[in-house]
């Protein structure tokens, strides 16, 4: 059974790379547009900035799907919506939400290979229970990209990402107006899928 797997992950492995050597692509090409979208996991750490606040760590499942253009060839410049939610142990779960623009490099490896890495600033709105807030966030990801297709096709990303968002929340209390800040921080991995034209 190993055997068969084996040989199996090796003539795939020979396949792509055969694909990537010989194979042509417009993709990352000035003038090119995408439309993805990507998902990813990621271990998420919050920490209310007060003192003596400790930072506790759980999961969260992140939602970017991303609409770019190539403005040169390998420069994309786009949008990007920000979807996450958080699932605490106990707790109402938490739902991030932003929008923001995106640039991105892609370098041709070779063939239909590509490494791309690049940066998402973005507006960050939060939800838990009835308590909303507001912020900013920044989104750092890079990995490798394959691509398929000519002048128009398919790519599918593999790729690591670091995300931090800042928020202020507000709520009323008895007539009271409590507010209070905290950091968010995530590290994780995704993957992307999606299409040029």
Do not use: C, H
Not at 7 to 36: E, I, N, P
Not at 88 to 104: K, L, M, Q, S, W
Not at 121 to 133: I, L
């Amino acid at each position: 059974m190993m055997r068969k797997l084996g040989f199996l992950v090796v003539l795939v492995l020979a396949l792509a790379m055969s694909t990537s050597v010989f194979a042509k692509t417009k993709f990352a090409q000035r003038g090119k547009m995408v439309l993805s979208g990507g998902a990813s996991l990621a271990i998420d750490s919050t920490k209310a900035d007060s003192d003596g606040a400790e930072w506790f760590t759980t999961t969260k499942l992140n939602i970017a799907p991303t609409f770019g253009y190539f403005v040169i060839n390998g420069l994309l410049v786009g949008a990007t919506p920000v979807i996450g939610i958080v699932s605490p142990e106990e707790g109402d779960n938490t739902y991030i939400y932003g929008f923001g623009p995106t640039v991105a490099y892609y370098a041709n490896l070779m063939g239909t290979m590509f490494m791309g890495g690049g940066a998402t600033v973005f507006y960050a709105g939060t939800k838990t229970g009835d308590v909303s807030g507001s912020g900013y966030g920044l989104r750092l990801f890079g990995g490798p990209t394959l691509a398929f297709g000519g002048k128009f096709g398919g790519f599918v990303s593999l790729f690591a990402f670091l995300q931090y968002v800042a928020n202020s929340t507000e709520m009323e209390s008895g007539g009271i107006s409590v507010s209070s800040d905290y950091s968010d921080l995530d590290i994780g991995i995704g993957t992307d899928i999606g299409i040029f034209f």
